[in-house]
C-alpha cells in the first residue's frame, strides 16, 4: 500500500496570508495526485487533480505542484471559507488508493 | 447537473451486512468510475473500492473479502455489500463518481479522481 503523508498537521495562518501543504508519497506515483477540501459536516471537493490541474470552479487562488513523490497545494490570499481540512489521494496504484492523514487549515 | 444521493438504514447489528445504495441523477452511469469512502467518526478518508461501468471493480485489501460492490444501470444506481461488520465499520460512508475527462484537461489515470460526491450517510454498528 502506497502511505500517503501530509504535513504539518495543523496550520494557523492568517485571513489574506498564504499557505502551502505538503504531501508525500511512499514511493512514485507520477503525477496521479489530488487535492479535496472538507468542510465539517460536508463531503470532500475536488480542487486539484493530475497534481497541478484544477478542478472545474475552483478558484485561482489554489495551486498544485510536484510529480513522483513530494507534492504541495498552496492557497494564495486565505479567504474565510478555505479554512477546512485538506486531503491529498494518490491514485496510481491500485493497493489501494490511499488518502493522507490530512491537514486541518484552522484561523489564525 | 450530476447529483449523487446514499440511501440505506443507518444502524446495522454486529455481525450483519451493511447495505447502501447510490442514486445517481442529472446524468448517466457511463464512462464513469463509481467508488464507495468512509470516513470514521473524526478520523480520515478511507476508499472502499470502485466499480467501472463496465462492471469490473476493485476492493480495498483489508476489507476485500467482505466488501461487493454492484451496478444497476438501467435504475442509475450503484450498491455496496459490506459482511461481519463490527463497531469499527460505523462511519459516514460517501459515494463518489470519477471525473469526467471529456470535459476536462486530463489523462485516462485522472478518471479516478473523485469528482463528484454524495452527501454522506452515517451507518452505526451497534447492539
Known amino acids: 500500500e502506497i502511505v500517503m503523508t501530509q504535513s504539518p498537521a495543523t496550520l494557523s495562518v492568517s485571513p489574506g496570508e498564504g499557505a502551502s501543504l505538503s504531501c508525500r508519497a511512499s514511493?512514485?506515483?507520477?503525477?496521479?495526485l489530488a487535492w479535496y477540501q472538507q468542510k465539517p459536516g460536508q463531503a470532500p471537493r475536488l480542487l486539484i487533480y493530475g497534481a497541478f490541474v484544477r478542478a472545474t470552479g475552483v478558484p485561482a487562488r489554489f495551486s498544485g505542484s510536484g510529480s513522483g513523490t513530494e507534492f504541495t497545494l498552496t492557497i494564495s490570499s486565505l479567504q474565510s471559507e478555505d479554512f477546512a481540512i485538506y486531503y491529498c489521494q494518490q491514485y496510481n496504484n491500485w493497493t489501494p488508493f490511499t488518502f493522507g492523514q490530512g491537514t486541518k487549515l484552522e484561523i489564525k | 447537473q450530476v447529483q449523487l444521493q446514499e440511501s440505506g438504514p443507518g444502524l446495522v447489528k454486529p455481525s450483519e451486512t451493511l447495505s447502501l445504495t447510490c442514486s445517481v441523477s442529472g446524468g448517466s452511469m457511463s464512462p464513469y468510475f463509481w467508488s464507495w469512502v468512509r470516513q470514521p467518526p473524526g478520523k480520515g478518508l478511507e476508499w472502499i473500492g470502485y466499480i467501472s461501468y463496465s462492471g469490473n471493480s476493485n476492493y480495498n485489501p483489508s476489507l476485500n473479502s467482505r466488501v461487493t460492490i454492484s451496478l444497476d444501470t438501467p435504475k442509475n444506481q450503484f450498491s455496496l455489500r459490506l459482511s461481519s461488520v463490527t463497531a469499527a465499520d460505523t462511519a459516514v460512508y460517501f459515494c463518489?463518481?470519477?471525473?469526467?475527462?471529456?470535459?476536462?484537461?486530463?489523462?485516462?489515470?485522472?478518471?479516478?479522481?473523485?469528482?463528484?460526491w454524495g452527501q454522506g450517510t452515517t451507518v452505526t454498528v451497534s447492539s
Open positions: 514511493q512514485f506515483i507520477s503525477s496521479d
Open positions: 463518489a463518481r470519477g471525473l469526467d475527462c471529456s470535459s476536462s484537461i486530463c489523462n485516462k489515470s485522472d478518471q479516478d479522481a473523485l469528482e463528484i
